[in-house]
C-alpha cells in the first residue's frame, strides 16, 4: 500500500519568513495530494491539493509543488502570519480507483509555530 | 451548510468498557470515512462507507471495532471491550465526491 512520508515534525519560523513543508509518497500510482492544516481543537481542514497532471498550484500566500519522477510534494508558505501556527498534514490519494481504494494516506503532521 | 459533527468530542473510559461515537456527515454527501490519529503518528483510515455500505473496511484494526451507517447518514463507530491502544482522535470524514473530504473536529478517546 502506499506510504507517506512528512518532514520536518516540528518547524519554527519568524513571523513574515517563508515556510517549506515536504513529503514523499511510495505508490507512483497515486494521483491527488491534498494538504490539511489543524487547528487547535478542530478537525482538518483541507487548504490546498494539487493533481499530477500539474506541477505547481497556487493559492494566495500558499503553493505546492509535485515532482512526479522522484515522489514528492512539497507546500510553501510565505510571508507567515501568527495565524498559520498549526498542525499541517499531506496526503496522498488515488482517484478513478475500481478497487474501492479510495482512502486518504497521511503523513506524520508537522507542527507550524510562527514567531511574532 | 453545516459541517461534519461528531459526537462526543472527549471520551474517558475504562479498559474493557464499551463506547460508541457518532458522526453526521455533511447533509447529501454519501461519502463517509472514519480515521484515527493516535499520539504523535499519522492519521490512519479505518473505514470507508457509500450510504450505507461499506466500500472499504481495511484499515479497521480487529473485530472489537463496529461501525454502522444504517440509512446512509449517521454513522456509529463502536469499540467493545476497549484496550488501552484504543486512545486517539478518532476523526469522520464525508464527501460529495471522490477526493475532496471534509473532515470533523474529531473525537479524542481516552483509555484507562
Redesign the interface.
Known sequence: GEN?E?HPSTLSVQEGDSAVIKCTYSDSASN?F?W?KQEL??????II?IRSNVGEKKDQRIAVTLNKTAKHFSLHITETQPEDSAVY?CAA?L??SNF??????????TRLTIIP | EAGVTQFPSHSVIEKGQTVTLRCDPISGHDNLYWYRRVMGKEIKFLLHFVKESKQDESGMPNNRFLAERTGGTYSTLKVQPAELEDSGVYFCASSHRIGEQFFGPGTRLTVL
Open positions: 507517506v512528512q491527488y491534498p490539511y481543537g478542530k478537525g482538518p481542514q483541507l491539493d498534514f490519494f482517484l478513478g474501492g481504494n479510495e482512502k486518504l494516506t497521511f503523513g506524520t503532521g
